[in-house]
T-cell receptor, first 115, second 115 residues
Framework: GENVEQHPSTLSVQEGDSAVIKCTYS??????FPWYKQELGKGPQLIID?????GEKKDQRIAVTLNKTAKHFSLHITETQPEDSAVYFCAASGGGSGGYQKVTFGTGTKLQVIP | DADVTQTPRNRITKTGKRIMLECSQTKGHDRMYWYRQDPGLGLRLIYYSFDVKDINKGEISDGYSVSRQAQAKFSLSLESAIPNQTALYFCATSDLGTGGADTQYFGPGTRLTVL
């Protein structure tokens, strides 16, 4: 089955600096890669996603890159702000249509933005 | 109002007790899931359901059971709780999107402690 590894497990950055979280996956059939942000006391919420036919996607200060050959994808947050402090999860899900495409989550990265 | 709600939000119980966690959603999604979150382990799938008549085991279903009472309601039961079931439990919903990608929408979580 799919295996998703996520690094680092904790990350501290100064406000205004950039943060990068990296994930690798094992199943070459995976074709959808979402990123979730989990704030304290809340459930994870989707912040950005990328599909395997795209190499990069941006949404304001957040970007995700995908390297299918190397089977890794990364989350980039620029100009970090204290409200970016949270736990971030990457995930990978398989290809095909219909049925259940199992979503495998990474183990999470706790990001702390220091004012 | 929240799209995915979970009750209770916190529960402390004793070993051997039967516990039910409830989930309701107003998103109109057919697919519902129960996940367990443990520190350093990310989110692991317990059970999932594609509709009222379709229930499937996830990767860690032992010791748990579920009931899909309606499209909008999906409950998780621990028939005889044990301490290693102490964790944060999340309900999620999804609706298969374009390209076969499932985006998951999570509830706020239930923190369960088994003494």
């Amino acid at each position: 089955g799919e295996n998703v590894e996520q690094h680092p497990s904790t990350l501290s950055v100064q406000e205004g600096d950039s943060a990068v979280i990296k994930c690798t996956y094992s199943d070459s059939a995976s074709n959808y890669f979402p990123w979730y942000k989990q704030e304290l006391g809340k459930g994870p919420q989707l912040i950005i996603d990328i599909r395997s036919n795209v190499g990069e996607k941006k949404d304001q200060r957040i970007a995700v890159t995908l390297n299918k050959t190397a089977k890794h994808f990364s989350l980039h947050i620029t100009e970090t702000q204290p409200e970016d402090s949270a736990v971030y999860f990457c995930a990978a899900s398989g290809g095909g249509s219909g049925g259940y495409q199992k979503v495998t989550f990474g183990t999470g990265t706790k990001l702390q933005v220091i004012p | 109002d929240a799209d995915v709600t979970q009750t209770p939000r916190n529960r402390i119980t004793k070993t051997g007790k039967r516990i039910m966690l409830e989930c309701s959603q107003t998103k109109g999604h057919d697919r519902m899931y129960w996940y367990r979150q443990d520190p350093g382990l990310g989110l692991r799938l317990i059970y999932y359901s594609f509709d009222v008549k379709d229930i499937n085991k996830g990767e860690i279903s032992d010791g748990y059971s579920v009931s899909r009472q309606a499209q909008a309601k999906f409950s998780l039961s621990l028939e005889s709780a044990i301490p290693n079931q102490t964790a944060l439990y999340f309900c999620a919903t999804s609706d298969l999107g374009t390209g076969g990608a499932d985006t998951q929408y999570f509830g706020p979580g239930t923190r369960l402690t088994v003494l």
